[in-house]
């Protein structure tokens, strides 16, 4: 009976050690980003163009990409070191300051803000919130990326123009796509272009019609080569100079929601932009164009 009370356990010991053999290694076999790669993020999934879905079509989606002010890792002209810290979007000037977009779509009597997601820091995404406009069927996804994820921030809103980014949110238990089965994805944040060059371009993989809004420093001259290439139609960027906060990109969304002309968008988002920052109308339009 000893023997055979030593001989079971004995197995029972090799077979726990082989377990656990297999979950350390089916743990540390995941997939890594290649060299090179933009990083992944904690939120959610990202996917390429093979795995796109679309919503139905009573869905419309906008997805905002939001690069955090940084002064430490931007070629930007320094701002007060609390709304320049690029991994505190809390206090960030285009996140949690008034203008931010999270605190100024939040105050929106349009807008209910039904999701708030936050990462650990390092992610590249810092923290992602889902609003859903109050009487359409109209979900608005922005995501903040940590400052010093600029260029990957820049790659994934191209990748999402001309469909080659995949995305989702989970809503109220269905799948809302966003990503590149967004109708408007818009970028609000420092240009990077200006600073960089990306390793390639983001060729349209479908017919979708997809609408782009660039709320960045002289963004028609840096970022055209690349938007024509993605197929995306140019609503609202920028000819010069400019302060990237959130109420111009409202009045712009509020035209294409309301279906007004396609070259709408940018007037409105003008006149928001000279009611705020207090300069004429004529500037601002000089500044916020059409294609």
């Given at each position: 009976m000893e023997i055979k009370y030593f001989q079971i356990s004995t197995y029972m010991h090799k077979l726990y050690l082989i377990l656990l053999y297999l979950l350390i290694t089916a743990g540390?076999?995941?997939?890594?980003?290649?060299?090179?790669?933009?990083?992944?993020?904690?939120?959610?999934?990202?996917?390429?163009?093979?795995?796109?879905?679309?919503?139905?079509?009573?869905?419309?989606v906008i997805h905002i990409f939001v690069s955090l002010c940084d002064n430490k890792y931007q070629g930007?002209?320094?701002?007060?070191?609390?709304?320049?810290?690029?991994?505190?979007?809390?206090n960030n000037l285009y996140w949690g300051c008034g203008y931010g977009v999270k605190t100024f779509f939040?105050?929106?009597?349009?807008?209910?803000?039904?999701?708030?997601?936050?990462?650990?820091?390092?992610?590249?995404?810092?923290?992602?919130?889902?609003?859903?406009?109050?009487?359409?069927?109209?979900?608005?996804?922005?995501?903040?990326?940590?400052?010093?994820e600029i260029k990957s921030c820049t790659i994934n809103f191209l990748k999402s123009c001309s469909g080659n980014f995949s995305d989702s949110v989970l809503v109220y238990n269905k799948h809302i796509y966003c990503g590149g089965a967004s109708e408007i994805i818009a970028y609000v944040g420092h240009d990077g272009l200006m600073d960089f060059s990306l390793p390639g371009t983001?060729?349209?993989?479908?017919?979708?019609?997809?609408?782009?809004?660039?709320?960045?420093?002289i963004s028609k001259k840096y970022f055209a080569q690349h938007i024509k290439k993605t197929g995306a139609t140019p609503v609202v960027w920028t000819s010069g100079l400019c302060s990237p906060e959130a109420y111009s990109l409202s009045a712009a969304l509020k035209s294409r929601i309301e279906n007004e002309a396609i070259e709408n968008a940018a007037v409105r988002s003008a006149e928001a932009y000279s009611k705020y920052q207090k300069c004429s109308l004529r500037a601002a339009q000089r500044l916020l164009v059409f294609n």
């Amino acid at each position: 009976m000893e023997i055979k009370y030593f001989q079971i356990s004995t197995y029972m010991h090799k077979l726990y050690l082989i377990l656990l053999y297999l979950l350390i290694t089916a743990g540390c076999n995941q997939p890594q980003a290649k060299p090179g790669e933009p990083k992944t993020n904690g939120i959610r999934k990202q996917t390429t163009a093979k795995t796109v879905q679309h919503n139905p079509e009573n869905i419309r989606v906008i997805h905002i990409f939001v690069s955090l002010c940084d002064n430490k890792y931007q070629g930007i002209v320094p701002v007060p070191a609390k709304i320049g810290n690029g991994q505190d979007p809390a206090n960030n000037l285009y996140w949690g300051c008034g203008y931010g977009v999270k605190t100024f779509f939040s105050a929106q009597k349009t807008w209910q803000l039904i999701s708030v997601k936050k990462s650990e820091p390092g992610s590249l995404i810092l923290e992602r919130l889902v609003f859903k406009y109050k009487t359409k069927e109209i979900y608005l996804v922005a995501d903040a990326y940590d400052g010093k994820e600029i260029k990957s921030c820049t790659i994934n809103f191209l990748k999402s123009c001309s469909g080659n980014f995949s995305d989702s949110v989970l809503v109220y238990n269905k799948h809302i796509y966003c990503g590149g089965a967004s109708e408007i994805i818009a970028y609000v944040g420092h240009d990077g272009l200006m600073d960089f060059s990306l390793p390639g371009t983001y060729k349209a993989v479908d017919t979708k019609k997809r609408e782009a809004m660039i709320f960045a420093c002289i963004s028609k001259k840096y970022f055209a080569q690349h938007i024509k290439k993605t197929g995306a139609t140019p609503v609202v960027w920028t000819s010069g100079l400019c302060s990237p906060e959130a109420y111009s990109l409202s009045a712009a969304l509020k035209s294409r929601i309301e279906n007004e002309a396609i070259e709408n968008a940018a007037v409105r988002s003008a006149e928001a932009y000279s009611k705020y920052q207090k300069c004429s109308l004529r500037a601002a339009q000089r500044l916020l164009v059409f294609n």
